[in-house]
């Protein structure tokens, strides 16, 4: 059954039963969501405890999938951290935004970024009226009119860059902490630092609508270059998290360090999720958790210690181990609790999410490539989408309904996987199904030629 608008509501009270209800009441009824965007850091499908992983404990993410709906086919359309971040805020894929690489830097930090005409999320929401927050990892530049209190953020406290020093946030060499667009020192753990300043920002913020935007710069490696002193281990987490394993405290161990980053991260995740609820804000805060693309899955093992479940590849390919991630969604004013959603969505179907939510129309004057998913996540509706592309570097491929296609080199065939039966794609089934192939490959080409148009 599905929910009646907030505005239609009020309008039956008033005309059909002839009285006006209080103006606090009607507030509280049309008050658009509060939202909590969390995007976590290289964290794989199978890294968390309620998509499967045994060991690592993930208690507060499991709580949020127990009281909301878990995605079991959320794909990123590109595999790396700053395309990925750029179709999710803006909505549109890569090709088309212009982020389509990993950013660099030069020495000053300037010259490289988001482009000035593109429109990202903060902005659309406020102008509506949200008060809008960042704190974590940005990612997407450090060009002038690129930092996120020129991109429509009011505050920000984060890294600028990919990945940093949990604790003296330096990278390479350079120290990169900001607060605005004001280098800061603060000593404590990265991920405790931007959730504590979250929560902050919610408490001061509590008469809403609020966004915050929280990228956790966890559980990307270290910049290791510039290890704290006195940390034994690359993966830097206290040692509370490291003892709740009944691992010793100066682990040097990779895949203990590894495990106690990530509870680490789950606990700033039920922080900022605990701060919301603890203020009376649950039902009507809608609480995204997802990963920006899946754990890396390389020559470089057992550095990077994550683990994509099931589904083979990593970080920077398109096989699903690289680009289908952890995802779950809380919203009790609308959404189901301990529900499944098993259609294929997209990073780039957030933002048209949210402003829906927040009705705040789409633009008119460039292409949204994302599609609200909310009937979907209700179970009233398959996937807005009939294909999904994805593209990084020399890896590409597209999904439509059960198949799948995908490509490691320009000039490679493209490979052909039944995801209904073979979710690790190892059988080619491309020349056993040449026409399916032949479709999907005709799909993405013609999308490949139209989608850098604005």
Same mark, same amino acid.
Request: charged share 25%.
């Given at each position: 059954m599905k929910s009646i608008p907030f505005a239609s509501v009020r309008l039956l009270f008033v005309c059909v039963f002839g009285f006006v209800v209080p103006l606090a009441a009607v507030a509280s009824a049309a008050a658009p969501p509060n939202i909590v965007l969390i995007y976590i850091d290289?964290?794989?499908?199978?890294?968390?405890?309620?998509?499967?992983?045994?060991?690592?404990?993930?208690?507060?993410?499991?709580? /949020?999938?127990?009281?909301?709906?878990?995605?079991?086919?959320?794909?990123?359309?590109?595999?790396?951290?700053?395309?990925?971040?750029?179709? /999710?805020?803006?909505?549109?894929?890569?090709?088309?935004?212009?982020?389509?690489?990993? !950013?660099?830097?030069?020495?000053?930090?300037?010259?490289?970024? /988001?482009?000035?005409?593109?429109?990202?999320?903060?902005?659309? !929401?406020k102008s509506a009226g949200y008060a809008t927050g960042c704190f974590g990892k940005w990612n997407l530049g450090f060009a002038d009119g690129s930092r996120p209190t020129e991109r429509g953020f009011d505050e920000f406290l984060g890294c600028r860059s990919g990945n940093i020093d949990y604790y003296t946030h330096v990278y390479n060499g350079q120290e990169d902490l900001y607060r605005d667009t004001t280098p800061v020192e603060?000593?404590?753990?990265?991920?405790?630092?931007?959730?504590?300043?979250?929560?902050?920002?919610?408490?001061?913020?509590?008469?809403? $609508?609020?966004?915050?935007?929280? $990228?956790?710069?966890?559980?990307?490696?270290?910049?290791?270059?510039?290890?704290? +002193?006195?940390?034994?281990?690359?993966?830097?987490?206290?040692a509370k998290y490291f003892e709740q394993y009944g691992y010793a405290a100066d682990s040097t161990d990779s895949h203990e360090g590894y495990h106690a980053v990530l509870s680490a991260l789950d606990a700033g995740i039920g922080q900022v999720v605990q701060q919301v609820d603890e203020l009376g804000l649950r039902e009507n805060t809608i609480v995204i958790v997802a990963s920006d693309n899946g754990a890396l899955a390389s020559e470089r093992l057992p550095l990077e210690t994550g683990t994509n479940g099931p589904f083979r590849g990593g970080r920077t390919q398109t096989y699903e181990g690289g680009i289908r991630t952890a995802c779950v969604v809380r919203w009790p004013e609308r959404l189901p609790a301990g529900s499944l959603?098993?259609?294929? !969505?997209?990073?780039?179907?957030?933002?048209?999410?949210? !402003?829906?939510?927040?009705?705040? +129309?789409?633009?008119?004057?460039?292409?949204?490539?994302?599609?609200?998913?909310?009937?979907?996540l209700?179970?009233?509706?398959?996937?807005?989408?009939?294909?999904?592309?994805?593209?990084?570097?020399?890896?590409?491929?597209?999904?439509?309904?059960?198949?799948?296609?995908?490509?490691?080199? +320009?000039?490679? $065939?493209?490979?052909?996987?039944?995801?209904?039966?073979?979710?690790?794609?190892?059988?080619? /089934?491309?020349?056993?199904?040449?026409?399916?192939?032949?479709?999907?490959?005709?799909?993405?080409?013609?999308?490949?030629?139209?989608?850098?148009? $604005?």
């Open positions: 290289n964290v794989g499908y199978g890294d968390i405890g309620c998509y499967g992983n045994p060991v690592v404990r993930t208690p507060n993410i499991d709580r /949020l999938a127990h009281e909301g709906v878990r995605c079991t086919d959320f794909y990123i359309v590109t595999s790396s951290c700053t395309p990925s971040r750029g179709a /999710l805020l803006t909505g549109r894929y890569p090709l088309r935004n212009g982020l389509t690489h990993q !950013l660099g830097r030069d020495e000053n930090w300037t010259g490289v970024g /988001l482009r000035h005409t593109e429109r990202i999320m903060p902005q659309y !929401l603060a000593e404590g753990y990265s991920t405790e630092l931007f959730a504590d300043a979250a929560c902050d920002f919610i408490r001061r913020n509590q008469q809403g $609508p609020f966004f915050v935007y929280v $990228p956790f710069n966890a559980a990307h490696v270290p910049n290791f270059k510039n290890k704290a +002193p006195g940390v034994a281990t690359i993966w830097q987490a206290p959603c098993r259609e294929p !969505l997209s990073n780039i179907d957030v933002l048209p999410m949210l !402003l829906s939510a927040a009705e705040v +129309p789409l633009p008119t004057d460039r292409t949204i490539d994302g599609r609200d998913p909310t009937e979907t209700l179970g009233e509706a398959p996937s807005p989408h009939e294909f999904l592309f994805f593209e990084f570097r020399n890896f590409s491929g597209a999904r439509k309904g059960r198949w799948k296609i995908v490509r490691t080199e +320009p000039k490679a $065939p493209f490979e052909l996987y039944d995801l209904r039966t073979d979710w690790g794609e190892t059988k080619d /089934l491309a020349e056993v199904q040449p026409q399916i192939r032949d479709n999907l490959v005709q799909a993405f080409e013609s999308w490949r030629e139209t989608v850098q148009q $604005p």
